[in-house]
């Protein structure tokens, strides 16, 4: 029976490529009042606009998952802080 060379090749590939990557990622330090403002936005997206040039927006979306043949529970949490501003700068007098 012949080897299979292409999905081995295939799998070196996306191996090396992750070690790659995760040998560059470093891990973020930890902010307590950055994940206790997180905990505090209210479940589901909202938005809202101050003045012309200014949109605040949040967004959470919580859910558990039963799953397995123990019926464990997965919880998953993910919550957004956002701001998005224009503003016109005008070029200064030459």
């Known amino acids: 029976m ?8 295939k ?9 790659a990557v995760l040998r560059k990622v470093r891990a ?3 902010e307590q009042e950055v994940s206790d403002r997180l905990d505090r936005v209210a479940e589901g997206i909202h938005a809202g606009a101050r003045g012309p ?3 605040h927006a949040t967004a959470r979306w919580r859910r558990s998952l ?4 123990w019926q464990r529970w997965l919880e998953i949490d993910a919550a957004a802080l956002a701001r998005f501003r224009v503003r016109v700068v005008r070029r200064a007098a030459q």
């Open 2 to 9: 012949p080897f299979p060379v292409i999905p081995v090749a």
């Open 11 to 19: 799998a070196a590939f996306v191996l090396a490529s992750a070690y």
């Open 28 to 30: 973020a330090p930890f």
């Open 53 to 55: 040039a200014h949109l």
């Open 66 to 69: 039963r799953f397995g043949r």
